[in-house]
């Protein structure tokens, strides 16, 4: 007997797909930024697309909200049993109108775990909200998929907490620095910033202008340890480009 392909039951279970198919497009994929369950680019181009077991009015009013930020909003839900182009058909039509995109997940291995029901309608309007930039900035500065789309509850590891991290690896590999300093070991442009405001505790103020790795600090480095080994494997080449340049 075949097995039977599940819905998922929690809207984590549809970013695993729905990240795999962007990815095969050539896209760069981030769960949870700036309240969007995905948001992914490629050549300048951003797709939005929300995570939800079901297909709701508040969920139709979500997508319409990301509109602000770009055309390619698409929803996503468990694929139902029969999804065939009769039983979708009214779906589409409203999801036309509104000009939103339709996806429908799978949990079965293989290419149909993800398939688009209908693409989103370009207004061919150029987007250029300071909300859409801030996402963009916000999607280059992480370095990679800490975090995944359709969490709730969940600690989000944004841009700031990672530059936060690099300045805590840094620390605790040459101990107390000044920013100046930190900089100069490859800490980024915010590190004045981040360590004056201190918004985690990661960091104690030993004497004027110098910061040390306070024990917050030590411990947020144990918490993350594939992000701290991926931004530690930053932090080497960028010490190798300075010493070859």
Request: glycine share 10%; with cysteine; net charge positive.
């Amino acid at each position: 007997m075949s097995a039977k392909r599940r819905a998922p039951m929690h809207e984590t279970d549809l970013y695993g797909p729905v990240r795999d198919h962007l990815l095969a497009q050539g896209f760069t994929v981030r769960a949870e930024v700036q309240d969007c369950d995905i948001a992914a680019y490629k050549d300048g181009e951003l797709l939005v697309v929300e995570l939800k077991r079901h297909l709701s009015v508040d969920l139709l009013v979500q997508a319409i909200d990301r509109q602000s930020l770009t055309d390619r909003v698409y929803v996503a839900v468990p694929a139902p049993r029969r999804a065939g182009p009769r039983q979708t058909a009214g779906v589409r039509r409203l999801l036309q109108r509104l000009g939103l995109g339709l996806l429908f997940v799978g949990t079965g291995p293989g290419r149909d775990a993800v398939r688009v029901v209908c693409r989103p309608a370009s207004s061919g309007v150029r987007r250029g909200s300071k909300a859409r930039l801030a996402m963009l900035e916000e999607m280059i500065g992480r370095s990679g998929g800490q975090n995944v789309g359709g969490s709730t509850g969940r600690e989000i590891v944004t841009a700031y907490r990672e530059e936060a991290l690099l300045i805590a690896i840094c620390l605790h590999r040459y101990g107390p620095s000044s920013p100046q300093a930190l900089r100069g070991l490859g800490a980024g442009p915010k590190t004045t910033s981040i360590l004056y405001r201190n918004v985690y505790g990661w960091f104690d103020h030993t004497r004027r202008g110098s910061y040390g790795l306070s024990a917050a600090g030590r411990a947020a480095l144990a918490r993350y340890p594939d992000l701290v080994a991926r931004l530690s494997q930053l932090l080497d080449e960028r010490d190798a480009t300075r010493r070859f340049t």
